[in-house]
Nanobody, 124 residues
Framework: QVQLVESGGGLVQAGGSLRLSCVAS????????IGWFRQAPGKEREGISC????????YSVDSVKGRFTISRDNAKNTAYLQMNNLKPEDTAVYYC?????????????????WGQGTQVTVSS
């Protein structure tokens, strides 16, 4: 059964850090690009970071650049999102996704498999 499971969310004060994990099962993450998305209450889901399967070059959108770092450990079939200097506006449900599209994209349509999400809440 193909599955992505996120963990590591929680409640943190502004300025704090969290590390999200995304464990894949039922398929090899090596051949997939990984994306992290988030959805805040009342807002649409947005792509925030991705890493390709081939070059491993990461990309992050401006709102999280310099604070969030995406990485992958193919040996563990796991992807990560290190989040530092968290702000209240980062509060959202965070999702990881895997897709076979070439390169790295933050568009939801480029991803085939999705996790169930993990809640991140940042208090001021």
């Amino acid at each position: 059964q193909v599955q992505l499971v996120e963990s590591g969310g929680g409640l943190v004060q502004a300025g704090g850090s969290l590390r999200l994990s995304c464990v894949a099962s039922g398929f090899m993450l090596d051949y997939y690009a990984i994306g992290w998305f988030r959805q805040a209450p009342g807002k649409e889901r947005e792509g925030i970071s991705c890493i390709s399967s081939s070059s491993n070059i990461p990309y992050s959108v401006d709102s999280v650049k310099g604070r969030f770092t995406i990485s992958r450990d193919n040996a563990k079939n796991t992807a990560y999102l290190q989040m530092n200097n968290l702000k209240p506006e980062d509060t959202a449900v965070y999702y990881c996704a895997a897709g076979t599209s070439y390169g790295c994209h933050v568009e939801a349509a480029d991803y085939d498999y999705w996790g169930q999400g993990t809640q991140v809440t940042v208090s001021s």
